[in-house]
């Protein structure tokens, strides 16, 4: 390794317990309608996937993504950004949606992904698997009412977009 390069990180190596958790709340709940995803990897990645509904017609994959960082993330896949010039007006469309939302941020990947996202930060012994539950309640509310709006405006619906995986 050269004197330049800067090892990237490797994760802390610990058991990412939220997951733990988040699994031991949903049953207590009597929520059965996520599927456990253990990545192994050096964060210790645990997705909870599940499909959500959305406007009139639609159903969306939702995930919980928990690591043993101090993050955990609720991501829901709305579709894939449209190109050429229906793209400028849609990133002005979601950068609206952004400054009207303080928790739910609408963000394109690389691949033309369209996400809805929301972050919570907490250390373990502060981790509160009811807060993201109802999170997700206000998403799917939210969604209920802007998703037909949104599907419209994309290149393909979350629900149109077969193979996808997070």
Same mark, same amino acid.
């Given at each position: ?7 990237? +990180?490797? =994760?802390? @190596?610990? /058991?990412?317990?939220? #997951? ?5 709340? !949903? ?25 959500? +509904?959305? =406007?009139? @017609?639609? /159903?969306?994959?939702? #995930? ?5 960082? !101090? ?29 009207? @939302? ?65």
């Amino acid at each position: 390794m050269s004197d330049n390069t800067i090892p990237l +990180p490797q =994760g802390n @190596h610990t /058991k990412n317990r939220k #997951a733990d958790l988040f699994e031991k709340y !949903m049953k207590k709940e009597g929520l059965n309608f996520f599927r456990r995803q253990d990545s192994h990897d050096s964060y210790d990645t645990v997705v909870f996937m599940t499909a959500i +509904p959305a =406007g009139e @017609h639609h /159903k969306l994959v939702a #995930a919980v993504i928990t690591d043993n960082s !101090m993050y955990t993330l609720l991501r829901v896949h709305l579709g894939t950004a449209p190109k050429g010039p229906a793209r400028k007006t849609f990133l002005a469309f979601l950068n609206d949606l952004n400054a009207h @939302h303080a928790i739910l941020k609408y963000t394109i990947s690389s691949d033309e992904n369209v996400f809805l996202d929301v972050t919570f930060t907490s250390r373990l012994e502060n981790f509160d698997a009811e807060v993201i539950r109802t999170t997700l309640d206000i998403v799917v509310y939210q969604l209920s009412q802007s998703y037909d709006d949104i599907a419209r405006r994309l290149d393909k619906p979350g629900d149109q977009t077969n193979g996808f995986t997070l």
